[in-house]
């Protein structure tokens, strides 16, 4: 708006808006202002409902008030995104819609004017020689199509009152097309979105007396096409010889293949929920329209493209070294023709005569002279040597000899040979870029998709077609990339990675397919390894050889590994292939491929496999293990196997993805005890292309990792259950009958590997950390805050005031205490008992983690300890030693401590606490209110509950938890 009114102004020395439409760039950079404009409000409109647009754009002005304050525009702004009152995806639309939306912000009508009237009669952008045939108009005209629709919306009195002018654009534009691409693939069914607008629908209705004929003949077409371009694929049929003889056949193919899918692509998508919609939908389908049979053309199309294109490319760079050579072979022939004339050189039956030698040295002379650069006159002279070597060849009798002859058709070779390199251009290149483009497929090219991996599990080999598929739909990003390249925009390089970043999403889609093979076959291997074959011992005896040589089994295996090599092949013959600024590497897409499928599978199976009784606390949680254990077992054992065959690394991916769906699971239970969560986005294990997929919870947990954690403390209550150290056992206190054992952990390890142990162990320390914060907020709200109760112990405390002195009758003295403060203590006792149970699970963690280490690793065990008791050697040296400092790896080792079971759960301080007043009395009251109710028990040698003991509970809990308490 700025530029027309500077424009109306004279700022711009003698140019004003007529002149400025005369210019070729200049009426294009005018239409696409205003049709990018239109883009732009049609695009919001359709992606943001109207009541969000409001809310981000008040949210803005809250908490921007100092820029907004400074734009003046603000108002402007929020008068023109308010809502329409139309909905995303709905087909109602309220009255005057789209133009009291486009007359928002007033455009002037001269300029709206000028720019229909140049899209309406000029080639603004000289497409019509890129597609010489009358039936391809209305695709060279197709980008000024979508900017003449979008435009109309500013001039409203076109649509509704002037079908002359509506008819002249209809025929010109849209004489077999109502469905049209917008820009980058949002498409537009005219039917619909000229419903309400007399003279638009009016002259549209000329278009569909033709709809069942041009239907017909495009999808008869395809057939034809498909075979053509199968043929010309095959191998020895576009060699160099034959591509540069057939150059124009070659590219009316090519236009025809590509009009033929742009036609059928567009209006075969999904048309509009309205009646006349559906029926010219169902009138295009109705001709035995098979969207396979579109696929089919499409890659063999983009195939067709991609060879003409390298090949093109390789004759450019060999054009002028192939020119020079040639043109060398047909001098150095002539003068040796000039020499066999001469007399002097002995070839059999050829009499010396000095004209044709002359002859012969004038015309190598000729051809010595003929300039590369001057193309048109290198054309002009080649031609004229060729037709004056053959009237040579003719007037003179030189046909009888064979060696003459044979020289004379070399030297006419290498000079057809020189006309073809010299007519090899570059606007050949630009001619199959412009002719391939599949920006209007951007969207719906997703309808196709499940087309495309059928294709593919049915050929693998089909990835290489895929390919140039891909290489094709990447010819999209020079629309939004043209101007923004032009005008220098730091905004280019963001830009080209938002499209390559969408596209390469969509190659992994399409692509994913691979490893969902791959793992449907693997879980057949998985099978026969884990139910079918039975495992070859060490030592094994002669008769028995045959029972284990398993031949059926082993066929089966090998079959199905050879099935996924298969697969694996298809995916790499892709190569690696620049999608717009990104560099696809196939290994990579298939390793993330696998990766993301394995994920998917494992993290399913974790949260399906790991789910408790809810009713009472029945222990099926071994069963629960032992059947997870086996799945786990089969996809470690077949990974291991097929590591080979598919050149990864099995054992090492299997590893890492479940430490990350562990981490990942951990880290989004742990955010129900934080304040400020960890979104997907914000976490370090959670991935844009291998996600890890969230479920739903299913009881209080949000994950498997809470689930098996709060059933553990369901099967260990300590109301109930007594824990023996001596043997790491939970019996119950009614029946002595065992609950849980420490061999639980190594079935935890079987199932979820060591890192789920691990991660157990970290959602366990916050749940530690959790309920001191509780015990420390209950001692302060209930007993702290009793100035009354807060009195008497002060009172107490002044009593047994010096320590050393000795209390007399201590229960009379500390009874009544007791019994006080007994429902204060009875408050703490929960969670001194809940930090004490946890801590004790967390102590049979690290056993676990720790004798599991010394098997397995025991070199990493060693030196990881050896390291640990170096650093704290350091750290105590500081506090004795001025000149040593103190080492940064204490927060580096962290981890692998956690992961050797190298940690103390009952010596660390998890969080640090003010000193609460009074809580030593406190605890001190509260024991010896319990001490009352346990009693020594021989056998165990440890104290049990009294048996007639109310309220009973774990004293070994209590004593833990107490200490821990303690200590922080």
């Not at 001194?832 to 599991?852: A, E, F, N």
Request: hydrophobic share 40%; charged share 20%.
């Amino acid at each position: 708006m700025l530029f027309l009114e500077e424009l109306e102004e004279g700022i711009y020395i003698q140019q004003s808006l007529e002149i400025v439409f005369m210019d070729t760039e200049g009426k294009q950079l005018l239409c696409e202002s205003l049709y990018l404009y239109g883009v732009m409000l049609h695009v919001i409109d359709l992606k943001y409902n109207g009541t969000v647009r409001e809310r981000i754009l008040v949210a803005y002005y809250r908490y921007n008030a100092n820029q907004a304050a400074v734009d003046s525009h603000i108002d402007d702004v929020c008068k023109l995104l308010r809502s329409t009152g139309i909905s995303p995806g709905s087909i109602r639309r309220p009255a005057n819609y789209p133009i009291s939306y486009f007359s928002r912000v007033p455009v002037r009508q001269e300029f709206v004017s000028m720019a229909i009237g140049r899209l309406r009669s000029d080639d603004v952008y000289n497409q019509m020689s890129n597609y010489p045939l009358p039936e391809h108009r209305s695709v060279a005209l197709s980008t000024q199509a979508s900017m003449l629709y979008m435009i109309l919306f500013f001039a409203p009195d076109i649509l509704q009152n002037q079908p002359a002018v509506m008819r002249e654009i209809v025929d010109k534009h849209f004489p077999d097309n109502w469905v049209l691409d917008v820009y980058m693939g949002l498409t537009v069914n005219l039917v619909f979105e000229w419903e309400g607008f007399r003279a638009a629908r009016t002259a549209l209705n000329n278009t569909f007396e033709n709809v069942r004929t041009v239907s017909r003949k495009h999808v008869q077409s395809i057939p034809k096409l498909c075979d053509r371009a199968l043929k010309l694929l095959q191998e020895g049929v576009l060699v160099e010889e034959y591509v540069l003889d057939h150059i124009p056949k070659l590219m009316t193919f090519l236009r025809e293949c590509n009009c033929t899918l742009r036609w059928m692509m567009l209006h075969t998508s999904c048309p509009p929920p309205t009646k006349k919609c559906k029926q010219l939908h169902d009138i295009v389908m109705s001709h035995d329209t098979q969207l396979s049979e579109v696929v089919a053309l499409l890659l063999n199309t983009a195939q067709l493209e991609l060879v003409l294109k390298d090949m093109f490319k390789l004759l450019l760079e060999k054009k002028e070294a192939k020119w020079s050579s040639c043109q060398k072979e047909t001098r150095e022939r002539l003068l040796e023709l000039a020499d066999v004339f001469s007399g002097t050189k002995p070839l059999a039956r050829v009499d010396k005569n000095e004209n044709l030698q002359a002859w012969f040295r004038e015309i190598a002379k000729q051809t010595a002279d003929i300039d590369y650069n001057d193309h048109t006159m290198a054309g002009r002279k080649i031609a004229q040597l060729i037709q004056a070597i053959e009237e040579v060849q003719e007037f003179h009798q030189l046909e009888s000899n064979w060696q003459i002859r044979q020289f004379l058709t070399d030297t006419r070779s290498y000079l057809h040979q020189m006309i073809r390199t010299i007519n090899v251009k570059e606007e050949v290149l630009i001619q199959i870029q412009i002719i391939g483009d599949l920006s209007y497929a951007w969207y719906i090219i997703d309808n196709y998709t499940q087309f495309m991996q059928n294709l593919i599990k049915k050929d693998p080999g089909l990835v290489k077609k895929l390919r140039a598929t891909f290489l094709k739909l990447a010819s999209a990003l020079d629309l939004p990339l043209v101007r923004i390249g032009e005008a220098g925009s730091e905004d280019f390089r963001s830009v080209s990675e938002c499209y390559s970043k969408a596209l390469v999403s969509y190659v992994r889609k399409v692509l994913q397919i691979i490893p969902q093979s791959m793992f449907s076959l693997l879980e057949e291997i998985v099978k026969v390894l884990t139910h079918d074959m039975v495992e070859v011992p060490t030592r094994l005896d002669k008769d028995k050889l045959k029972d284990y040589a398993q031949l059926t089994e082993r066929y089966k295996v090998a079959k199905l590994t050879h099935a996924i090599s298969v697969f694996t092949d298809g995916m790499l013959m892709m190569k690696s292939t620049l999608v717009g600024v990104i560099k696809i590497d196939p290994k990579k897409l298939l390793e993330d491929g696998i990766r993301k499928e394995l994920v998917t599978r494992v993290a399913a199976a974790f949260h399906g496999d790991l789910v408790f009784n809810q009713k009472g606390v029945s222990n099926n949680l071994p069963q629960v293990l032992l059947r997870l254990s086996s799945k786990t077992d089969g996809f470690r054992r077949s990974f291991e196997y097929i590591q080979d065959y598919l050149d990864i690394f099995g054992l090492k991916m299997w590893q890492e993805e479940v430490t990350r769906i562990i981490n990942y699971n951990v880290e989004q239970e742990c955010n129900t005890f934080l304040r400020q969560k960890v979104f997907d986005w914000q976490s370090l294990y959670q991935s844009q292309h291998i996600p890890i997929p969230r479920f739903l919870p299913i009881d209080e947990s949000q994950t498997f990792i809470g689930r098996l954690a709060r059933q553990l403390l369901n099967i260990t209550n300590p109301t109930f259950t007594l824990y023996v150290d001596p043997v790491k056992t939970w019996y119950d206190m009614k029946s002595s009958e065992e609950v849980l054992n420490s061999s639980i952990f190594g079935k935890i390890v079987d199932a979820l590997e060591p890192s789920g142990l691990q991660g157990l162990d970290r959602l366990y320390c916050f749940m530690v950390v959790t309920e001191l914060q509780r015990f420390t907020k209950t001692t302060t709200k209930l007993i702290l805050s009793d100035k009354a109760a807060m009195m008497q112990l002060q009172g107490v405390m002044r009593t047994l005031h010096p320590h050393s002195k000795t209390v007399e009758n201590p229960n009379k003295f500390y009874q009544p205490l007791i019994s006080k403060f007994s429902k204060f203590t009875a408050l703490l006792s929960n969670y001194i008992l809940r930090v004490g149970q946890i801590q004790i699970l967390r102590q049979q963690i690290s056993l676990t983690l720790h004798t599991l280490g010394k098997f397995e690793s025991k070199q990493l065990v060693t030196a990881v300890e050896t390291l640990n008791n170096a650093l704290v050697a350091n750290v105590t040296s500081h506090y004795t030693l001025d000149h040593v400092t103190p080492s940064d790896s204490l927060y580096e080792i962290t981890p692998y401590l956690g992961a050797c079971g190298l940690t103390q759960p009952l010596l660390q301080v998890y969080s640090t606490f003010k000193d609460l007043p009074m809580l030593p009395l406190l605890m001190f009251l509260h024991v010896q209110g319990h001490v009352t109710k346990l009693q020594y028990n021989t056998q165990c040698d440890l104290l049990v509950p009294a048996k007639r003991a109310t309220d009973p509970l774990d004293p070994t809990v209590f004593t833990v938890g107490l200490s821990t308490i303690l200590r922080q």
